[in-house]
Structure formats: C-alpha cells, structure tokens
C-alpha cells in the first residue's frame, strides 16, 4: 500500500535535498523551515501570526512584539520556538514517554496557565477531553495507552517502514489519545516531524490552507477506524510542499528582464 505515493516522494526528496536543501546549507535550512512549520502549526490552533510575523519574533524575540498580535499568541510561538529547538537538538533520544512530555511541556510552558488554570505543563490531562465537535474517550483509559503507542512505533521503524508511513500513524493513533490538556496538535506534528528528521526526512509542514482537511482525515480514524487517509494526507501534502519549492527556486533562478 501507498506505492505509488513512495516512489514519488523518494523522486521529489533526492530532487529537493540536492538543490535546495543541500544549497543552503543545513543551519539555513533549518531555520527557514522552522519558521514556516512554526507559523502554520500555531495559526492550526488559531494564532494569528503571518510569516513575517514569525520571522521578526525569532530575530528578535519578545523585545519586538508584531504589531496587531496579541502577548499571548507571541508567548505562544516563543515556546514552540524552544519545544522545536529542543527536539532538533535531541534526534538522538529515545522515542519515549519523557521526550513526550517535555515537547508537551515546552510548546505549553507560557500559556497553559491562562487556558487551563491548574493544569501542569507536560503532565498528562486529569479530566476527559474535547476539541471542536470532537468529544474524546476515558483520558485514563487512553493514557495507559500511550508507552505502548512509543513502543510500537520505535519498533516499525527499526523494522523498516517508510518514515511518513510511520509519521502519519503515530499521529492519527496519538491524536486520537489526546493525552494532554493542551498542545496535543502542536506537540503531535513536532513529534512527527521528530520521526522524519531523525530519518533523515524533511520536516512535514502542514499549512493553514490545508486545515480542514488535515482535521477531515483525523476524524476518520474515529469514525471509520482507518488512517489511510491521513497516511495519504501526509504524502500529499510532502509532494506538494516540495514541488513548490522547487517550481519556487527555478522560477527565481530566471533572469529579470529590466527593460
């Protein structure tokens, strides 16, 4: 199953890695997808912050607050800023609980108090759970499920799995357990994203355009009890995502014509 998506992702990946990842050059390019995959992981759960936005806060920090943006929102994206640098920092840890909880724990550390008075940055939730129109299980009895969810998905991948395959079913089945208070999209896609790159994969970044269908495909697991839509999600958006980029590099390879 999904074949064909392999083959033309593993096309478009030895195509993007030589002529542009490799081109700028591996601090470069990690920071441009960080802002990227920052601002469109945020405004999934409804921060408002542009590209731009995003870019000035990294430079900055919070001594340069985006004009219309609201202290929350830049607290926000300052703490996936630190869960982001924190899991590129460690691709060499065990994919386990505790690398879960402290991605939860960072992408969490600055707002959780305001959303949820009482709540612990990284612990798991202590009361059932819901999200839009979606009410989730007994949080008991879908916690107790997560070390085996870690295990299972270390273990596919050192059976060898594609990469996003494995991605995009840690997150459906992740998402599904929804184990914590808050953060559990941002912290789901970091982890994902953990996966791909401690594969050597380029990051997944699923933009705001593409919302409703990411959210149509998690609801699927649900109600259908399959993740193949989300699994063929996640190629969709990859391929599209680097073709961009590279019909974007040779457009402004061209040369400008003044007169």
């Known amino acids: ?26 601090q470069q390019w990690m920071e441009y997808n960080e802002i990227l995959f920052s601002t469109h992981s945020c405004a999934i759960e409804g921060n408002s912050f542009t590209v731009d936005d995003t870019r000035i806060l990294r430079e900055q920090g919070m001594a340069m607050i985006p004009v219309g943006r609201s202290l929350l929102e830049c607290m926000e994206m300052a703490d996936h800023f630190r869960a982001f640098d924190y899991m590129t920092s460690h691709l060499d840890s065990p994919f386990d609980e505790v690398l879960l909880k402290e991605v939860n724990r960072l992408v969490t550390e600055h707002t959780l108090g305001y959303r949820a008075p009482g709540a612990v940055a990284g612990e798991y939730t202590t009361e059932d759970m819901a999200a839009g129109d979606t009410i989730f299980g007994d949080h008991e009895a879908l916690i107790a499920r997560v070390p085996d969810l870690m295990v299972s998905t270390q273990r596919t991948l050192a059976e060898g799995q594609h990469p996003m395959v494995v991605a995009a079913k840690w997150h459906g089945y992740y998402e599904y357990l929804h184990p914590f ?36 495909a998690l609801k699927q697991i649900r109600e259908e009890g399959t993740d193949e839509h989300l699994v063929a999600f996640f190629f969709k958006t990859a391929i599209n995502h680097m073709k961009g980029e590279l019909t974007q590099k040779r457009k402004n390879s061209l040369p400008l014509v003044f007169f």
């Open 1 to 26: 199953m999904f074949e064909k998506e392999i083959e033309e992702y593993e096309r478009l990946r030895q195509d993007y890695q030589q002529q542009i990842a490799d081109r700028m050059g591996a």
């Open 181 to 216: 208070r808050d953060g559990n999209g941002r912290t789901g896609r970091l982890l994902s994203n953990f996966i791909l790159l401690r594969e050597g994969y380029p990051l997944l970044i699923i933009e705001l355009k593409d919302r409703a269908a990411y959210i149509a």
